[in-house]
Structure formats: C-alpha cells, structure tokens
C-alpha cells in the first residue's frame, strides 16, 4: 500500500514524456491509485472505473448509497505538481458520467476529507 508520505517523494519530480508512457509515471499511477483505494477501505467506499491514460488518470468513487464522485488529474507533464495541490473532483450520476456536476479541487492530503464531506452528506 503506498502512502502519503511516498507519494509526496514526486513533488517537484520532473516525469519521462514521449508517445509510449514512462515506467517512471505507470510507477507512480500504480502507487497513487492503491493509495486511494486504501482511504475507500477504510471508509466503506468502493473505486470504480478507473481510467489510466497517458500520464493522467480518473476514476469514480462510489458509496453505499448510491453517491457518486468523479475525480481526475491533470496531465502531470504540463501541470506540475497539479496531481498533489489540485485534484479535480465532481459529483456524477455514475460510475460513466464524465461530464457531472460543478468542478471542485481539493489538495491529495485532504482528499479524504473532501470525499467525506462529498460521500457522506
């Protein structure tokens, strides 16, 4: 399970670029990812559809009650460190609603509070 602190470690980190995705940035992504997925854990939430794109990801949070939250990252070549100060989270409908409600952000260390406030209200 990655943590805060580790993924904190790409702050400032300058990632590969080119037409095929970097290990360095699918390394990255992987640790992100399972670092979201340990805050769902344990808060009963569950991810859903996650999208891994070249070197941006989204994906959907969902609880269960039917709430729905869309949250993506900025391409982390051109918008530096975004991934860390400015993650994008919205309502949605569904776990296919790409294009949901209003554009929120939120900081990845209070990701977890913003998808309480989100979720659970």
């Known amino acids: 399970m990655a943590t805060l602190k580790e993924l904190e470690t790409y ?22 990812i399972n670092y979201i997925k340990a805050i769902c854990k344990q808060n009963g939430w569950i991810v859903e559809n996650i999208g891994r794109n070249h070197y941006t990801f989204s994906l959907f949070f969902t609880n269960n009650k039917g709430k729905y939250v869309y949250l ?3 391409d982390v070549r051109g918008w530096y460190n975004e991934w860390y100060e400015r993650v994008l989270v919205r309502y949605a409908l569904h776990n296919k609603h790409y294009s949901g409600g209003k554009n929120q952000y939120t900081s990845l260390p209070m990701l977890e509070q913003k998808l309480q406030q989100m979720l659970e209200n």
């Open 11 to 32: 702050i400032d980190y300058e990632f590969s670029s080119g037409a095929i995705t970097g290990k360095d940035y699918l390394q990255f992504q992987t640790k992100y």
């Open 72 to 74: 993506s990252i900025s």
